[in-house]
């Protein structure tokens, strides 16, 4: 939690397999400048025999991608300074005024090869996990869980050794909500749409299709549609996807 006054800077924090924190976080040095939301809504435009002008079906909502851009910089123009405004405006001045990124200086290292290197890992697989770390992104109102699905990173700046001290990172996420949990929170319950019920003692496959479809013939296609090879053994508590079921087609 910030103070009252204090900048807030963006966390991006790796997850483990469990959903626990990993390692060390990610506090960015210079917050982003703006960052986007997408979502896409999914409608089945098939259209029936018959059925010339019906509206298209409503099929789900996709999860939705975030994407924002990242400067990483070393140069220290961007270098915290105090909240006081004429303070920041002459330190900025001096800091501009005195600024040369191709000076040759034995002592002068500074680079950002390291930051990106951490956020290069971002993508890498892990061993135990097979994939990489599912994220979790927190700045004010934006508190995300997220899969990293493309990271771009353009390198702009370079010092007279060549090595990095400016870069603009771009992260596309796709929100990693699990579908199941997506299509709960929806609360539908047309039986044209999806459902997701959780197995309780004594339900079989039929007797749950017919709860939802009022017929149990489609029991298989719930089996399908949730992989399962042995469906007659049903285990309580597990949870089942009810798909939309074309009962013309199924007929």
């Known amino acids: 939690m910030s103070v009252l006054g204090e900048l807030e800077k963006m966390v991006i924090q790796k997850l483990d397999k469990q959903g626990n924190p990993s390692g060390d976080a990610i506090t960015v040095a210079v917050n982003p400048e703006n960052y986007k939301e997408t979502f896409v809504v999914d409608y089945n435009l098939d259209q029936e025999a018959n059925s010339a002008g019906k509206k298209p079906k409503f099929a789900k909502v996709k999860p939705g991608d975030m994407t924002f851009k990242l400067l990483f910089d070393s140069t220290g123009i961007f270098k915290t300074v105090g909240l006081n405004q004429e303070e920041t405006i002459a330190s900025i001045k001096e800091d501009i005024a005195g600024f040369n ?33 599912e994220l979790h992104i927190v700045w004010g109102s934006l508190d995300i869980k997220c899969f ?8 702009k700046l370079f010092n007279s050794k060549g090595y990095p001290i400016r870069a603009v990172a771009t992260l596309t996420c796709k929100d990693s909500k699990a579908d199941k949990l997506r299509a709960a929170e929806l609360k539908l319950s047309s039986p044209d749409l999806t459902h997701i019920r959780q197995v309780k003692e004594g339900d079989t496959l039929p007797l749950m299709a017919y709860r939802i479809y009022g017929d149990s013939k489609y029991y298989l296609e719930v089996a399908r549609a949730n992989n399962l090879l042995n469906f007659r053994n049903l285990e309580p508590g597990t949870e089942l996807i009810f798909p939309p079921i074309n009962k013309t087609q199924s007929a």
């Open 101 to 133: 990124p191709f000076k040759d200086d034995e002592e002068d290292l500074s680079n950002i090869v390291e930051e990106i290197k951490e956020l290069k890992k971002l993508v890498e697989v892990q061993g135990d996990m097979h994939m990489p770390f």
């Open 148 to 155: 990293l699905i493309k990271l771009d990173i353009d390198y």
